[in-house]
């Protein structure tokens, strides 16, 4: 599995961005994918999954009605749109594909991981 994600940039505060994240070797269409975050000297976190046939997403609490996660099943493409971003939301983001339909919040769960994509939301 090869992941690469996209979208990434510069933003101001309550601006938006559309991640992206496209597996070219197209073995995620019947896994769950999810979207992580890392900051500067912090844990890498959870910030989105979704189920294999799109259904069955989540979200961390912190950005629960801004962010938006979805999946293209025919491009084996995923996005996550980011709407209302504030500057803690800045980090590098992660893609992954997960080990089964659905993968949820735990890193664990998950067994390809793309290089990520810089998000960095000035205040």
């Known amino acids: 599995v090869q992941l690469q994600a996209s979208g990434g940039g510069f933003v101001q505060a309550g601006g938006s961005l559309r991640l992206s994240c496209t597996d070219s070797?197209?073995?995620?269409?019947?896994?769950?994918m999810g979207w992580f975050r890392q900051a500067p000297g912090k844990e890498r976190e959870f910030v989105a999954s979704?189920?294999?046939?799109?259904?069955?997403?989540s979200y961390a609490d912190s950005v629960k009605g801004r962010f938006t996660i979805s999946r293209d099943r025919a491009a084996n493409t995923m996005y996550l749109q980011m709407n209302n971003l504030k500057p803690n939301d800045t980090a590098v983001y992660l893609c992954?594909?997960?080990?089964?339909?659905?993968?949820?919040?735990?890193?664990?769960?998950?067994?390809?991981w793309g290089r990520g994509t810089q998000v960095t939301v000035s205040s």
């Open positions: 070797k197209r073995t995620s269409s019947n896994n769950g």
């Open positions: 992954a594909v997960g080990r089964s339909a659905y993968s949820g919040p735990y890193s664990d769960s998950y067994r390809y």
């Open positions: 979704i189920g294999w046939n799109g259904g069955r997403s």
